[in-house]
């Protein structure tokens, strides 16, 4: 049967039809805020390239997080800026680091608002290199047991979900390994399991301060554009070394990889709308290219129709909003 008599206009004809035939939704629990901490900040700094982000202060993510907990977000990423760096970024996994501190401050004030935390050594090295040099070359086996270190320290501190995001061999494995020997069994691992080599992280790195000196080339550990067996693979080994939820990043160049690590494996998966998809949708929007709220709520539908169970973004206070 066709034209005429099949007519698929008769179910988009009123508001009320595209409703009840909706097969995609989006939820506030599906979303996650980040949220910039900066140990040298005595209150909030706007973020130049991401209008709308700030870099908060101790005294000023209080009150933000309450924020977003009464708006009826679920869940935040934190991101730290410590006042000193190190070759080696040990700061990382100082027991009193800006992380640490934050995990515990949020945890004792809002205890059912879900703390995720970045596990990358790119914001605490003083090159901003996502794992430790040596002669100019990448230690991977030597930042596994710097991440170990980081990732205990943020369990001690009361982290919910840890999410490793340096794309280094067998980190989700030697997470893991060391979380259980120290009776943090529970604490669940999120990967950022495929994590390609982006232009999309530009503004990302003016927030976390993670630039880095010249010689960073992310390129030889995090995932060539040119990929996507290769990011199969990546998500296969992580679901066999223990990762609890697999990310994906960033999400609208990479919504075949949304879907394929969702139909490829059985965890949830996590798509990060990153800085510069938000920069780039924020900006036009600004130059009255889109409607805001509109634009970004039809890349966020499209990320979990895709495949995603859960989403990233810094616009998730603004959805929520609306949402309500
Ligand atoms: C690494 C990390 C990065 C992002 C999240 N975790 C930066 C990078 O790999 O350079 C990017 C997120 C974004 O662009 O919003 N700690």
Same mark, same amino acid.
């Given at each position: 049967m066709t034209f005429p008599t099949v007519r698929l206009l008769r179910n988009r004809q009123t508001k009320e039809l595209r409703n009840i035939l909706a097969e995609t939704a989006l939820h506030k629990s599906d979303l996650i805020m980040p949220f910039f901490i900066n140990e040298t900040l005595q209150e909030k700094k706007a973020v130049e390239k991401m209008p709308g982000i700030c870099q908060h202060s101790f005294s000023s993510l209080l009150p933000e997080v309450e924020r977003i907990v009464n708006l009826g977000l679920s869940s935040v990423i934190l991101f730290g800026i410590p006042e000193e760096k190190d070759p080696h970024g040990? =700061? @990382?996994?100082? $027991?009193? !680091?800006v992380i640490q501190k934050a995990i515990q401050e949020i945890k004792k004030h809002f205890p059912h608002l879900i703390v995720i935390a970045d596990c990358c050594l790119c914001e605490y090295t003083s090159g901003g290199h996502c794992g430790i040099m040596e002669e100019g070359k990448l230690n991977n086996d030597a930042t596994l047991a710097s991440l170990q270190k980081v990732a205990l320290s943020y369990a001690e501190s009361g982290v919910d979900i840890i999410a490793p995001s340096? #794309? #280094?061999?067998?980190m989700v494995q030697a997470i893991r390994a060391g979380l259980d020997a120290h009776h943090h069994e529970m604490v669940p691992i999120m990967s950022y399991a495929v994590k390609y080599a982006s232009q999309f992280y530009g503004p990302f790195r003016d927030a976390a301060g993670s $630039? !880095?000196? @010249?010689? =960073?080339?992310?390129k030889v550990h995090q995932l060539d554009p040119r990929q996507s067996r290769e990011a199969v693979r990546e998500a296969l080994l992580d679901v066999e070394e223990g990762a609890d939820y697999l990310m994906v990043k960033p999400a609208l160049p990479y919504l075949d990889m949304i879907y394929q690590v969702k139909t490829r494996t059985l965890l949830p998966v996590v798509a990060y709308q990153v800085s510069g998809e938000y920069a780039m949708l924020k900006l036009a929007a600004k130059q009255g290219l889109f409607q805001e709220w509109e634009v970004f709520y039809e890349t966020l539908i499209g990320i979990k129709r895709a495949g995603a169970d859960l989403i990233i973004s810094y616009y998730a206070d603004e959805i929520a909003k609306r949402l309500n």
């Amino acid at each position: 049967m066709t034209f005429p008599t099949v007519r698929l206009l008769r179910n988009r004809q009123t508001k009320e039809l595209r409703n009840i035939l909706a097969e995609t939704a989006l939820h506030k629990s599906d979303l996650i805020m980040p949220f910039f901490i900066n140990e040298t900040l005595q209150e909030k700094k706007a973020v130049e390239k991401m209008p709308g982000i700030c870099q908060h202060s101790f005294s000023s993510l209080l009150p933000e997080v309450e924020r977003i907990v009464n708006l009826g977000l679920s869940s935040v990423i934190l991101f730290g800026i410590p006042e000193e760096k190190d070759p080696h970024g040990n =700061v @990382a996994f100082h $027991s009193h !680091g800006v992380i640490q501190k934050a995990i515990q401050e949020i945890k004792k004030h809002f205890p059912h608002l879900i703390v995720i935390a970045d596990c990358c050594l790119c914001e605490y090295t003083s090159g901003g290199h996502c794992g430790i040099m040596e002669e100019g070359k990448l230690n991977n086996d030597a930042t596994l047991a710097s991440l170990q270190k980081v990732a205990l320290s943020y369990a001690e501190s009361g982290v919910d979900i840890i999410a490793p995001s340096g #794309m #280094m061999d067998g980190m989700v494995q030697a997470i893991r390994a060391g979380l259980d020997a120290h009776h943090h069994e529970m604490v669940p691992i999120m990967s950022y399991a495929v994590k390609y080599a982006s232009q999309f992280y530009g503004p990302f790195r003016d927030a976390a301060g993670s $630039s !880095g000196d @010249a010689t =960073v080339d992310r390129k030889v550990h995090q995932l060539d554009p040119r990929q996507s067996r290769e990011a199969v693979r990546e998500a296969l080994l992580d679901v066999e070394e223990g990762a609890d939820y697999l990310m994906v990043k960033p999400a609208l160049p990479y919504l075949d990889m949304i879907y394929q690590v969702k139909t490829r494996t059985l965890l949830p998966v996590v798509a990060y709308q990153v800085s510069g998809e938000y920069a780039m949708l924020k900006l036009a929007a600004k130059q009255g290219l889109f409607q805001e709220w509109e634009v970004f709520y039809e890349t966020l539908i499209g990320i979990k129709r895709a495949g995603a169970d859960l989403i990233i973004s810094y616009y998730a206070d603004e959805i929520a909003k609306r949402l309500n």
